[in-house]
């Protein structure tokens, strides 16, 4: 069986597989690494940083997704 941990998403908790990082949890979403900008636990995560980020139970992430427009 497969372990869960709970973390908090953009203010919504969210039940993921453990272990996982960042990188993994940002694919999953559905979002491109190189258009967003993470905070983790109130601190902005490097984004050379999101395949080596295991995320924990308890995490709180704050997500922004830049949209381009002309």
Known sequence: ???QIQ???NGEPRQVPAPVTLAELLDHIGLDTR???VERNLEIVPRSTYAATRLAAGDRLE???FIGGG
């Open 63 to 65: 997500i922004v997704h």
């Open 35 to 37: 258009k967003v900008a």
């Open 1 to 3: 069986m497969e372990e």
């Open 7 to 9: 973390i908090t998403v």
